[in-house]
């Protein structure tokens, strides 16, 4: 623990994520971006969205990664440390890789602006908590929700990243067209991709048994849930042969 631990940021920082969440759920409205963008409206600023997906997960990336690096190699070795890297580790692939891959369409530039807030808030909310307030024994690393949190962590990142591979793949450069996705677990639901990073950051809530992880966890089941239900009605409507066996979430349930 690198300095004084303050639990009021935390406790606030970890209440707007779960208020933020709980929110999305209640109004049940589809962000305004990708499938459900309305940047054809008169007056509607919008980025490339490959520009846009840099700009927004950057902060989630520089904030820790900042952090990190100011940090003793001694402490490289501890549980803390272990953990914010894996937070970084998603965001390097989120911001370097996969804004360079997307063919999304273009993104309004106020929920680019939105995206900056949330992630910095974020960013930084992880980062302190486990610079600052995280504790760990010195027997975290055989402890089970250690290793069963980095086993759902790395399963969820690999079928979030085999999701958006298989997603990337159906256009090609320039088009907009949408079509069927199919393979992987897109053969049971429509939010492959959205179910992958939910599973991610729930194993990331479990490794380090915090409660800003949970918030965060709690957030990304509510928005990415929220997207996998609109995307699936979408498909529906979009396609008379869509599977009428896949689920929008959770494979045979939701």
Not at 68 to 83: C, H, K, N, W
Not at 132 to 143: G, K, L, R, S, V
Request: with cysteine; glycine share 10%; aromatic share 18%.
């Amino acid at each position: 623990m690198l300095g004084g631990c303050q639990q009021s940021p935390v406790v606030a920082g970890s209440a707007f994520l779960a208020v933020f969440g709980a929110l999305v759920l209640y109004f049940a409205e589809p962000a305004g971006y990708g499938k459900h963008s309305n940047w054809l409206a008169p007056g509607g600023t919008c980025l490339p969205a490959c520009v846009a997906w840099f700009l927004q997960e950057l902060p989630s990336f520089a904030v820790p990664a900042a952090i990190l690096a100011r940090q003793p190699g001694s402490l490289f070795g501890q549980p803390e440390t272990v953990l914010l890297a894996l937070f970084c580790a998603h965001y390097f692939h989120r911001t370097f890789i996969y804004s360079l891959l997307t063919r999304g369409r273009p993104f309004p530039a106020v929920l680019v602006l939105k995206g900056i807030l949330f992630c910095t808030i974020n960013g930084f909310l992880q980062t302190y908590y486990l610079s600052y307030c995280a504790d760990y024994p010195e027997e975290w690393y055989t402890d089970m929700r250690f290793s069963l949190g980095v086993f759902l962590f790395f399963l969820g990142m690999g079928i979030n990243i085999h999701s958006d591979y298989t997603l990337h793949q159906l256009r090609k450069p320039g088009e907009i067209t949408y079509r069927i996705p199919q393979g992987g677990l897109f053969t049971y639901v429509s939010g492959a991709n959205f179910l992958g990073e939910i599973i991610e950051w729930m194993g990331y809530a479990l490794a380090t048994w915090s409660l800003p992880a949970l918030a965060f966890a709690f957030f990304s089941l509510c928005f990415l849930g929220m997207r996998a239900f609109h995307h699936h009605r979408f498909y529906l409507k979009m396609f008379e042969d869509y599977p009428k066996s896949r689920k929008a979430l959770i494979p045979f349930i939701f």
